[in-house]
């Protein structure tokens, strides 16, 4: 499976980075995540509940980072198991760009699953992967107004309000994401 997309955000690109690597900013974001923990440099642990269809699991992975270039990008290898639901792996590039007024967050995900998930087809994957991906950026979006509402004022003052790009095959964030858990986008992001 292979995906890409990216999205608009009105902080910028250092603000975004410091976001993305920080463990309790993605517990918060990311949709039934109850565990983002460093287990080494560049390694993390991640523990989180998914439901896709009629298969619900409690997710467990591993993410490493390599390729680290601060603050524009990074890859990211990500292997996850729910137990009899299902397994994946595989691995996510991340870029950051500034823009006028912010940045844009890109991705370029290439990840494998199995078991009951894998069973459920492409359809009902890509549905719930570009809902979970919709969610952490709304819960992303909200998070980065809260810690910078001047970036967020600034963009309505100037009637630039950045809105979120047409996430191309959304569902990868999730794969990305909860890819250390199993399943996109921008979705987008870890460190």
């Not at 699991?57 to 198991?81: C, H, M, R, V």
């Not at 994946?88 to 890109?106: E, I």
């Not at 890509?126 to 810690?147: H, P, V």
Request: aromatic share 6%; proline share 6%; hydrophobic share 40%.
């Amino acid at each position: 499976m292979e995906m890409q997309g990216s999205r608009e955000l009105a902080i910028t690109q250092q603000q975004a980075w410091e976001a993305l690597n920080d463990p309790e900013v993605l517990k918060q974001c990311i949709p039934g995540c109850d565990k983002v923990e460093s287990t080494g440099p560049d390694a993390y642990s991640i523990g989180m509940a998914l439901k896709i269809g009629p298969v619900s699991a409690k997710f467990t992975g591993k993410i490493t980072l390599s390729d680290i270039n601060p603050p524009q990008s990074y890859t990211i290898s990500f292997e996850g198991q729910g137990g009899p639901a299902g397994h994946g792996k595989g691995s996510a590039k991340v870029q950051l760009t500034p823009t006028g007024k912010g940045h844009t967050l890109s991705y370029s995900v290439q990840a494998s699953v199995g078991g009951k998930v894998a069973q459920l087809g492409q359809r009902l994957i890509d549905g719930a992967a570009k809902s979970l991906a919709e969610d952490f950026f709304k819960r992303f979006d909200a998070a980065m107004q809260a810690k910078y509402p001047q970036a967020y004022a600034s963009a309505v003052d100037t009637a630039h309000t950045p809105s979120p790009a047409p996430v191309a095959n959304s569902g990868s964030l999730i794969w990305w994401l909860a890819g250390a858990a199993v399943v996109l986008l921008g979705v987008i992001l870890l460190r």
